[in-house]
C-alpha cells in the first residue's frame, strides 16, 4: 500500500485531467472505469487477456470480441463482459472510448480515450512486427501515450520473424531426421499459435500440451488442421513430432514421455546471450510479441504524442532516452503487470 500512496502522490499534479495512475490500476474519473486493473473495480477495459492484464473479480469486463472467449476460459464462464469491435466507439459520461489494433496477441487493443478534445491511448502490450495471427499494430494520434518498455533497450533488435519460423522449421526437420522429437516452448496464448500458424506440417506431427489445446478451442485463428492434442496421441505414434508446451512444464515429468527430443524456447530473452544455456535449452529462438528498441521508438513517434508514459519493464532507461533524445515529456508509471520471462 505504501508504494500505491507514493504513486498517487507522485502524480498528484496530473490528477483532473483524462485518466489517473491510481493504486487499482489505470483510472478514467469522468467515466468511472479502469484499463487493466490489478484488483477487483466495478467497471473494467481489458487490452488483452495474459493474466497480468486480465485480472478476475471485477463486475464487469469491456474488450475485444475476440478477447472475450479468452476472458471466459481464464475468469469463468458467467464472467459479465461485453465484447466490441476496433475502431468501435462506446461513449461513457462523455468520454469516446475505442479500440485499435496493438499487434501483441488476438484481440489485444490498445484503448483510446477522448474527452472535450483530450486524447490519451493505453497501449497495453504491443508489438510492430506482423505475426500472421492478429491484425498489425496501427499507430494512433494523441496527446497523451502509455507504453510498455519491455524490451526498452538498444540491445533488442529483434530479427525479421520470417527468418525465426523457417529456423524453427529446420530444426524440428534436423531432429525428426535425427530420431528426435521436438519441443518447443512458448506461451499457451499468443506465443504458441504463432508458433504453430508457421509450422510445416509435412514435417510431422503438431502436437499440444493441453494448456495450449484448451486456448487453441476458443481462440479466432486458422491454424494447421494436423495439430493434434497430446492425451488423443499414443506415445509410440509421437516420434518426429514437434510438441508446443508452455513454460511451466519445462523440468517436469510431462517432459519425460517425449524423450529423447530437442529442447527449444521462443522468447524475446534469447537475444541475450546465455539465455538459452540458463534454461537449459538446446535452441534458442528470438521471437517476441512484444516491441523491441527501435519499434517502441517508432511507436511513440507516431503517436505524435507529448506525453509518453512508460510502464513495465526498462522504463526507467526508455523515459530518459525519450526525454534526453527525443525532447518527450516522459515520466516513469509504476504498474503491477509482469508477464513471463519465457513467454516474451
Given at each position: 500500500?505504501?508504494?500505491?500512496?507514493?504513486?498517487?502522490?507522485?502524480?498528484?499534479?496530473?490528477?483532473?485531467?483524462?485518466?489517473?495512475?491510481?493504486?487499482?490500476?489505470?483510472?478514467?474519473?469522468?467515466?468511472?472505469?479502469?484499463?487493466?486493473?490489478?484488483?477487483?473495480?466495478?467497471?473494467?477495459?481489458?487490452?488483452?487477456?495474459?493474466?497480468?492484464?486480465?485480472?478476475?473479480?471485477?463486475?464487469?469486463?469491456?474488450?475485444?470480441?475476440?478477447?472475450?472467449?479468452?476472458?471466459?476460459?481464464?475468469?469463468?464462464?458467467?464472467?459479465?463482459?461485453?465484447?466490441?469491435?476496433?475502431?468501435?466507439?462506446?461513449?461513457?459520461n462523455g468520454v469516446h472510448i475505442s479500440l485499435h489494433p496493438a499487434g501483441h496477441i488476438i484481440g489485444s487493443?490498445?484503448?483510446?480515450?477522448?474527452?472535450?478534445?483530450?486524447?490519451?491511448?493505453?497501449?497495453?502490450?504491443?508489438?510492430?512486427?506482423?505475426?500472421?495471427?492478429?491484425?498489425?499494430?496501427?499507430?494512433?494520434?494523441?496527446?497523451?501515450?502509455?507504453?510498455?518498455?519491455?524490451?526498452?533497450?538498444?540491445?533488442?533488435?529483434?530479427?525479421?520473424?520470417?527468418?525465426?519460423?523457417?529456423?524453427?522449421?529446420?530444426?524440428?526437420?534436423?531432429?525428426?531426421?535425427?530420431?528426435?522429437?521436438?519441443?518447443?516452448?512458448?506461451?499457451?496464448?499468443?506465443?504458441?499459435?504463432?508458433?504453430?500458424?508457421?509450422?510445416?506440417?509435412?514435417?510431422?506431427?503438431?502436437?499440444?500440451?493441453?494448456?495450449?489445446?484448451?486456448?487453441?478451442?476458443?481462440?479466432?485463428?486458422?491454424?494447421?488442421?494436423?495439430?493434434?492434442?497430446?492425451?488423443?496421441?499414443?506415445?509410440?505414434?509421437?516420434?518426429?513430432?514437434?510438441?508446443?508446451?508452455?513454460?511451466?512444464?519445462?523440468?517436469?515429468?510431462?517432459?519425460?514421455?517425449?524423450?529423447?527430443?530437442?529442447?527449444?524456447?521462443?522468447?524475446?530473452?534469447?537475444?541475450?546471450?546465455?539465455?538459452?544455456?540458463?534454461?537449459?535449452?538446446?535452441?534458442?529462438?528470438?521471437?517476441?510479441?512484444?516491441?523491441?528498441?527501435?519499434?517502441?521508438?517508432?511507436?511513440?513517434?507516431?503517436?505524435?504524442?507529448?506525453?509518453?508514459?512508460?510502464?513495465?519493464?526498462?522504463?526507467?532507461?526508455?523515459?530518459?532516452?525519450?526525454?534526453?533524445?527525443?525532447?518527450?515529456?516522459?515520466?516513469?508509471?509504476?504498474?503491477?503487470?509482469?508477464?513471463?520471462?519465457?513467454?516474451?
Amino acid at each position: 500500500m505504501a508504494v500505491f500512496l507514493w504513486i498517487v502522490k507522485k502524480y498528484l499534479y496530473i490528477r483532473n485531467v483524462l485518466l489517473q495512475f491510481h493504486p487499482y490500476g489505470i483510472y478514467c474519473p469522468q467515466a468511472d472505469v479502469f484499463i487493466d486493473p490489478w484488483k477487483s473495480v466495478p467497471k473494467a477495459i481489458i487490452t488483452h487477456g495474459h493474466a497480468d492484464h486480465a485480472k478476475t473479480g471485477s463486475a464487469y469486463y469491456l474488450a475485444h470480441h475476440d478477447t472475450i472467449p479468452i476472458l471466459k476460459l481464464r475468469l469463468g464462464a458467467d464472467t459479465n463482459t461485453q465484447g466490441i469491435g476496433y475502431n468501435e466507439t462506446v461513449t461513457i459520461n462523455g468520454v469516446h472510448i475505442s479500440l485499435h489494433p496493438a499487434g501483441h496477441i488476438i484481440g489485444s487493443a490498445q484503448i483510446r480515450l477522448e474527452y472535450k478534445g483530450e486524447i490519451w491511448v493505453v497501449s497495453g502490450d504491443y508489438k510492430l512486427q506482423n505475426d500472421g495471427v492478429c491484425p498489425p499494430f496501427e499507430p494512433v494520434r494523441c496527446h497523451h501515450f502509455v507504453t510498455e518498455s519491455t524490451f526498452g533497450l538498444p540491445v533488442y533488435n529483434f530479427p525479421d520473424p520470417a527468418i525465426v519460423h523457417d529456423n524453427i522449421n529446420n530444426w524440428w526437420r534436423t531432429n525428426n531426421e535425427a530420431g528426435k522429437n521436438s519441443v518447443i516452448i512458448g506461451y499457451s496464448l499468443g506465443k504458441a499459435q504463432r508458433i504453430m500458424k508457421h509450422l510445416d506440417p509435412s514435417i510431422g506431427k503438431i502436437i499440444t500440451h493441453g494448456a495450449v489445446h484448451n486456448v487453441n478451442q476458443v481462440v479466432n485463428v486458422e491454424l494447421p488442421e494436423a495439430i493434434r492434442y497430446i492425451e488423443d496421441i499414443k506415445k509410440q505414434d509421437i516420434k518426429g513430432s514437434i510438441i508446443v508446451a508452455p513454460p511451466s512444464t519445462m523440468g517436469t515429468p510431462w517432459m519425460r514421455r517425449f524423450e529423447p527430443y530437442s529442447l527449444g524456447i521462443c522468447s524475446g530473452w534469447m537475444q541475450l546471450r546465455g539465455s538459452r544455456r540458463r534454461r537449459n535449452a538446446d535452441m534458442g529462438f528470438v521471437l517476441s510479441d512484444h516491441a523491441d528498441w527501435n519499434d517502441l521508438n517508432t511507436a511513440v513517434k507516431e503517436t505524435g504524442a507529448e506525453n509518453i508514459y512508460v510502464t513495465h519493464g526498462y522504463k526507467s532507461v526508455f523515459a530518459k532516452w525519450l526525454r534526453e533524445t527525443q525532447g518527450l515529456n516522459a515520466i516513469e508509471v509504476d504498474a503491477l503487470y509482469e508477464g513471463d520471462e519465457s513467454s516474451e
